[in-house]
């Protein structure tokens, strides 16, 4: 793994990813604050030693490298699934490779539903802890101490400090955000109405399917990470309507212009 990944940093250092701030993973229909970049290089999946790629016609497939408001960002346009089949050591194959290509701070977003009945469709929130549905661990394996102890410790898996600037940028541009608990599920089936209830019983608002592999990798390379679900639905067992990906893909593009204005504005204090 170690090895891979140092080919994959050497590839991307050699086509001009050079030094980056700050990483940025963008989720379903979540692709737009691209291209508010001043875009310096653009490299697809396929191109990328070792990088696995996107089986989502949603999903890109791009790393893209340029400026915003005075920061340099990579940004994974695109991101891969437990449902895809994709192991967990693939599927956070790119965060590993982003440290190690020198990024200081890790921004992660998602589309969601919510169990919470104050949070509504076309919303966002931020994300200050996690609970795991998604079977296995990214650690598992032979030499994951290469990148940091294997023990992780996720007492606080979301930055203290990038919350902070979230939140205060919420607050200074005007922007309502909720703060809650997401819980990912291994997908890609919707939940019934009956596992919406239990897992709005454990603790959760929000429930998508990716993310906290990453946070768990992010953590054990000790890399500050936030991360924001937009919601793109209502998930009230009594009255749950049908939705289709496509119902999904249409609430995220429409709820995107939040997002972008929050990480705009987010990353110039970041």
Same mark, same amino acid.
């Given at each position: 793994m170690l090895e891979k990944v140092k080919e994959s940093v050497a590839f991307l250092k050699e086509n001009g990813f050079d030094k980056p701030d700050i990483g940025i993973i963008l989720g379903t229909g979540l692709g737009k604050i691209v291209d508010h970049f001043e875009v310096i290089q653009t490299i697809g999946y396929e191109e990328i030693p070792y990088f696995p790629t996107?089986? =989502?016609?949603?999903?890109?497939?791009? $790393? !893209?490298?340029?400026?915003?408001?005075?920061?340099?960002?990579?940004?994974?346009?695109?991101?891969?699934?437990?449902?895809?089949?994709y192991e967990l050591d693939e599927i956070t194959f790119p965060i590993r490779v982003l440290k190690f290509l020198g990024i200081k701070?890790?921004?992660?977003?998602?589309?969601?539903?919510?169990?919470?009945?104050? =949070?509504?469709?076309?919303?966002?929130? $931020? !994300?200050?802890?996690?609970i795991n549905m998604i079977p296995g661990s990214p650690l598992r394996g032979k030499d994951m101490e290469a990148f940091g102890s294997r023990f992780v410790d996720l007492s606080m898996p979301y930055s203290p400090e990038l919350n902070d600037t979230i939140l205060q940028t919420a607050e200074q541009i005007g922007l309502k955000i909720h703060v809650g608990v997401y819980i990912a599920m291994p997908g890609p089936q919707l939940e019934t109405r009956a596992e919406y209830r239990f897992l709005r019983n454990a603790g959760a608002d929000v429930v998508g399917m990716s993310t906290v592999p990453e946070v768990i990798v992010a953590n054990q390379m000790k890399l500050p990470v936030a991360a924001i679900s937009v919601i793109t639905d209502e998930c009230d067992p009594d009255n749950l309507a049908c939705i289709s990906i496509d119902d999904i893909i249409a609430a995220a593009g429409v709820a995107e212009k939040k997002l972008v204005k929050l990480l705009k504005e987010a990353i110039i204090r970041i």
């Open positions: 996107s089986t =989502m016609e949603f999903h890109p497939g791009k $790393l !893209i490298y340029g400026k915003l408001n005075g920061k340099t960002l990579v940004a994974l346009q695109g991101r891969f699934h437990y449902y895809e089949g701070s890790l921004l992660i977003s998602n589309a969601g539903g919510s169990m919470n009945p104050k =949070m509504k469709k076309g919303e966002l929130m $931020l !994300i200050d802890d996690h």
